[in-house]
């Protein structure tokens, strides 16, 4: 003999108060899943439309003070000066994380350097200065020799080079964050030795930018 079950017509009120609930709660999901997806297609559309252009970064000037080898250690102080650029028109530049340092027959000579963070505004340029220096930084023994060849060629070439990371402004809206990493070569004429100091080079360079 099966059971049969009636509901009273509170139960029916709870049972359709309960469901117009979750019925509310669906709705407003719902909407407010829509709106994150139209604030995420729009950035994109911004940033398709815009599409920022990597800053740009050239030396003006690298002055060498020391470059001194003793046994597997090396001593030097670099003075040096960075054109940053912003090629863009409408797009901003925060630069949350700047730092510099060199390095000879890729093997880094001295400590990084970090410089302030900085905002670069639409098609700003700012001249960067940085003293770039090495105490008894632990080198290959091999490098001796490379620096001997080198100053028997009468040429010295020193790679100075940047990390750090960055965000984009587009009016109101910013990015998150972005990796950024700068290559920059100097060529300079290298005696048998560091006198008269400093070893000086005056040039445009464009170096090279990755982010």
């Given at each position: 003999?099966?059971?049969?079950?009636?509901?009273?017509?509170?139960?029916?009120?709870?049972?359709?108060?309960?469901?117009?609930?979750?019925?509310?709660?669906k709705k407003l999901f719902l909407a407010l899943f829509s709106f994150i997806t139209a604030i995420i297609l729009l950035s994109l559309?911004?940033?398709?439309?815009?599409?920022?252009?990597?800053?740009?970064?050239?030396?003006?000037?690298?002055?060498?003070?020391?470059?001194?080898?003793?046994?597997?250690?090396?001593?030097?102080?670099?003075?040096?000066?960075?054109?940053?650029?912003?090629?863009?028109?409408?797009v901003a530049i925060y630069y949350d994380d700047f730092q510099v340092y060199a390095t000879y027959k890729d093997q880094r000579i001295t400590s990084h350097t970090y410089l302030p963070p900085f905002y670069q505004d639409h098609e700003e340029s700012n001249l960067l200065?940085?003293?770039?220096v090495g105490d008894l930084v632990p080198v290959a023994p091999s490098l001796g020799y490379e620096m001997?060849?080198?100053q028997t060629?009468?040429?010295l070439v020193l790679n100075l080079k940047v990390s750090g990371r960055?965000?984009?402004r587009v009016a109101t809206w910013v990015t998150g964050h972005y990796g950024f990493e700068v290559n920059c070569v100097s060529v300079m004429a290298f005696g048998p030795s560091m006198s008269p100091a400093?070893?000086?080079?005056?040039?445009?360079?464009?170096?090279?930018?990755?982010?």
């Open positions: 003999m099966s059971q049969i079950t009636i509901k009273s017509p509170k139960h029916c009120a709870e049972y359709k108060q309960g469901f117009k609930i979750e019925r509310n709660y559309a911004i940033w398709v439309i815009l599409r920022p252009a990597k800053p740009q970064f050239s030396l003006q000037q690298v002055d060498i003070y020391e470059l001194s080898l003793s046994g597997t250690h090396i001593n030097s102080s670099i003075q040096l000066t960075l054109l940053s650029k912003n090629p863009n028109q409408k200065t940085a003293s770039l001997g060849r080198d060629v009468g040429r960055l965000r984009w400093p070893l000086t080079s005056n040039q445009g360079t464009q170096c090279s930018t990755s982010v």
